[in-house]
């Protein structure tokens, strides 16, 4: 079962301009990670934000959450052709650590 | 360092018959997983490992099993294979020292036909 739901499905934007994506999720967590994946390709971790923080910086990302509304988003910043990519939100259960649950992610189209 | 490797990287093969896939994560982790992605189901998580132990498992039916060997590698095998377990098969290893982030590898993509 989905734990985390990516709003919006896609997204389409050109060159230099900033993209959010959101995720919702719908038990308690420990923390709540964003991954990227090229096409076909396998995931690449970019961000972890802890259940006890708020924000969190990484270059041209931004993550907040927002655990009263059990929700997070991942804001990137000037956004580039090279960020072409699908985007998951994922969450694991408190006390597991390889068991993450992924949304069916958010899928960035970057025009140049 | 090197990161995580798959093998094969795409399989093709018909339904009824069985396949193997293989893991090799990062070295020094200890902790490998694996994720079956469709465009249907999206990421599904299959099993994961920890020093040559399943720790935990995902809701697959017992066609789907795995193990790990005592240098961290894994393989997991379907057997009697159906054409919905068509999907890219996903591994990822960590550390498991507490950092909860995930490598991936660049997946097999299995195609039953």
């Known amino acids: 079962s989905q734990q985390g739901e990516e709003d919006p499905q896609a997204l389409s934007i050109q060159e230099g301009e900033n993209a959010t994506m959101n995720c919702s999720y719908k038990?308690?967590?420990?923390?709540l990670q964003w991954y990227r994946q090229n096409s076909g390709r396998g995931l690449v971790h970019l961000i972890l934000i802890r259940s006890n923080e708020r924000e969190k910086h990484s270059g041209r990302l931004r993550v907040t959450l927002d655990t009263s509304k059990k929700s997070s988003s991942l804001l990137i910043t000037a956004s580039r052709a090279a960020d072409t990519a699908s985007y998951f939100c994922?969450?694991?259960?408190?006390?597991?650590?390889?068991?993450?649950?992924f949304g069916k992610g958010t899928k960035l189209s970057v025009k140049p | 360092k090197a990161g995580v490797t798959q093998t094969p990287r795409y399989l093709i093969k018909t339904r009824g018959q069985q396949v193997t896939l293989s893991c090799s994560p990062i070295s020094g982790h200890r902790s490998v997983s694996w994720y079956q992605q469709t465009p249907g189901q999206g990421l599904q998580f299959l099993f994961e490992y920890f020093s040559e132990t399943q720790r935990n498992k995902g809701n697959f039916p017992g066609r789907f099993s795995g193990r790990q060997f005592s240098n961290s590698r894994s393989e997991m095998n379907v057997s009697t294979l159906e054409l919905g377990d068509s999907a890219l098969y996903l591994c990822?290893?960590?550390?498991?020292?507490?950092?909860?982030?995930?490598?991936f590898g660049s997946g097999t993509q299995l195609s039953v036909l």
């Open positions: 990822a290893s960590s550390l498991d020292t507490g950092e909860e982030k995930l490598f």
């Open positions: 038990t308690s967590i420990n923390n």
């Open positions: 994922a969450t694991g259960p408190r006390e597991s650590q390889g068991n993450l649950i």
